[in-house]
Structures are given as structure tokens and as C-alpha cells.
């Protein structure tokens, strides 16, 4: 029968007959797969592991800095790269959803083809692929996946030549969760939501300016932190906030403003095929609506999206 020690144990031994003393690259993305597989790794060849984490300007507030002290209270020897302003500048004045995504996907290459060509004498490249991952022809979950979807794009990064080691790869979900458990990774890190690799790009429903992303943090932070407090998290498969290209009238004091409308979206569901949004309490909605508008500069409506998944999709971009 299958058990998390059993396979902890297994799999370090293989890994450390597979690997002996050579080094692997890994990119670690916060989310719960690399962070998982890193470990896993780590146990068996330690500081051999070189793992990078990107900060492409898109992640949650205070995201960046909180997982990599995470990470780095793992004993990972892991680098942090402020890549912030080259997404930026690749996503300058870009609407389009498909091309927000291949602009990221493209910068995140460069980026980590830079940082791994000086990490020497690299043999491997570790990837959190997981089960799911290899069953289904695209996939959408990290920056493995970002690598996947432009393996065909004209010629290979330098990393890519490098053998491909997945430890996970016979794993679900839930079986990487209960390794991760074992492993003693912070349940901060295992029980997160899942996050799209393209970030709050794809929560903009306009061009990306640091000024958007930076309200849309706000608004996210309180969103999440009040699921948080409210004990809802875990009750959500998913959840995070749309920046809306719209704006509305409202009136503050004597005022009328003309200021930006916020979506928020939770949905429950079970691998994010389908998914039905979250009927989470009126008052909590109402709480989080009169936070948000009383705090962040720049939002004057808050809606709620009560759209499933089909038709409509979790993210709107
Ligand atoms: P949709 O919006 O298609 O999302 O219902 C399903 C799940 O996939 C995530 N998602 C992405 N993840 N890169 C990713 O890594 C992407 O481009 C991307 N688009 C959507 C989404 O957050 C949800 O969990």
C-alpha cells in the first residue's frame, strides 16, 4: 500500500543513486508542486539543489519575500531574482490575454536561463510535474508548465538541455500534499490555492501598469486574508480579484468619484475544469466589500461573480 513515509523514503534513495554529486536547477514557483518536489530533492543531494525563484511583479502582495523566508526556513539554497521590471517592460501597453501570457512565458525563459547558465556545471533540471500534469497534453499549472508550452519555440534555452528530473510524477494532488506533510513543509505552503502562473496579468482586464497592480494587491490581500480570518479559505478551492476596465460613479462626502469596479471571485470545485461559485456569507461579502472600498484608493464598487465554470471560465482573462 501506498504511504507518504514509504514514498519519501523510496524516492530519496533512488534520487540520491540517480543524482550521486551532481547539481539540479529547480524553479520553484510558491505553489504547492515545486515547493514539494524541491524538498524531496533537497533530502537527497541537499545544497546540490539550486533552486530559483522569479519575482515576475505579479504575485500576491507581500507574496515574494513571505515564500522565499519560507523556503529558506525549509533549508533550501534557493536564489530570489527581482525580474519585476522586465515583465513590466514586456507587458507594456499589451491587452490581449494570449499575448500577456507569451509575453510572461518569454521572460520568464530569458530570466531563468540567465540565472541557470550561472549556477555551473548543472546536470539536471527539477520540475514539479505531477500525474495530472502528464495525462493531460497542456498543462497549466507553474512555471514547468511555462517551460512545456514553449518547448517547440524555436531553439532550446541553454537549461533545457539539461536531463529532466520529475519526482512527482506518479502523484496526485492530494498524494503531493500528504508528501509535503511528511516532509514537514509549512502548511501555509500545502494547503494554498491554487495561483495562475501569469498572476495578476490575467486579473487585469487591460494593460498592466505597476499602479494596477499594486490596487489589485490591496484589494486581493483583503479579500484573502479575510477568508482567512473568517476560516473560509479552506472552503474555497480558489479565490482572488478582478481589475475591471470599467469605471462608476460613486459619491464619497460631498464628492462624486469616478473610480475603478473590483470583481471578486471564489469558486469550489475539484481540479478546475468545473467549478460553481462559492456561496459565501452575506455579511462576510458585505464586510469585505465596505473594507475594500473604504482602504484602497482607486476603487469606489465591489461585485461579486456568481458565474460557473462552464460556461464561464474562473479567471476572466
Ligand atoms: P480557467 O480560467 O481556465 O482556469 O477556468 C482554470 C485553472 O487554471 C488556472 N489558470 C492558469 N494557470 N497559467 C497557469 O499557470 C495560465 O495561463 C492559467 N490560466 C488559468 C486558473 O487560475 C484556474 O486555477
Redesign the pocket.
Known amino acids: 500500500d501506498w504511504t507518504p513515509d514509504i514514498f519519501v523514503e523510496t524516492t530519496v534513495e533512488e534520487l540520491k543513486k540517480k543524482l550521486g554529486e551532481e547539481k539540479v536547477i529547480l524553479g520553484l514557483s510558491g505553489g504547492v508542486d515545486s515547493s514539494v518536489a524541491a524538498m524531496l530533492i533537497h533530502r537527497a543531494i541537499g545544497k546540490n539543489l539550486h533552486c530559483i525563484f522569479v519575482d515576475n511583479g505579479l504575485l500576491r502582495k507581500n507574496e515574494f519575500h513571505d515564500v522565499l523566508a519560507s523556503y529558506r526556513g525549509m533549508g533550501l539554497n534557493v536564489k530570489g531574482v527581482d525580474a519585476k521590471d522586465k515583465f513590466y517592460k514586456a507587458l507594456h501597453g499589451v491587452v490581449d490575454p494570449e499575448a500577456k ?1 507569451k509575453a510572461i512565458g518569454k521572460v520568464f525563459i530569458d530570466v531563468f536561463d540567465e540565472e541557470a547558465h550561472n549556477i555551473e556545471g548543472a546536470k539536471w533540471l527539477g520540475q514539479g510535474t505531477i500525474y495530472p500534469d502528464v495525462i493531460e497534453s497542456v498543462s ?3 512555471p514547468s ?1 511555462t517551460i512545456k508550452s514553449h518547448h517547440n519555440v524555436g531553439g532550446l534555452p541553454d537549461y533545457m538541455k539539461l536531463d529532466v528530473v520529475e519526482p512527482l510524477r506518479t502523484l496526485f494532488k492530494d498524494e503531493v500534499r500528504l508528501v509535503g506533510n511528511t516532509l514537514g513543509i509549512d502548511k501555509n505552503i500545502l494547503g494554498r490555492h ?1 495561483f ?3 498572476g495578476l496579468a ?1 486579473r487585469i482586464l487591460s494593460d498592466i501598469t505597476p499602479e494596477k497592480i499594486s490596487i489589485l494587491q490591496e484589494v486581493d490581500h483583503i479579500f484573502i486574508k479575510g477568508l482567512r480570518d473568517r476560516d473560509l479559505y479552506d472552503e474555497v478551492w ?1 479565490a482572488g480579484a478582478m481589475l475591471l476596465p470599467v469605471q462608476s460613479v460613486g459619491v464619497m462626502g460631498d464628492e462624486r468619484t469616478y473610480e475603478s469596479v473590483v470583481s471578486l471571485r471564489a469558486v469550489s470545485s475539484v481540479d ?1 475544469m468545473t467549478a460553481d461559485w462559492s456561496h459565501l456569507p452575506h455579511d462576510f461579502l458585505s464586510d469585505i466589500s465596505n473594507e475594500i472600498i473604504n482602504k484602497v484608493k482607486g476603487v469606489n464598487r465591489v461585485v461579486y461573480d456568481i458565474s460557473s ?1 462552464p460556461p464561464a ?3 476572466w482573462e
Open positions: 501570457r497549466v499549472k507553474g508548465a491554487p495562475p502562473g501569469p490575467i480558489q478546475g465554470k471560465t474562473i479567471e
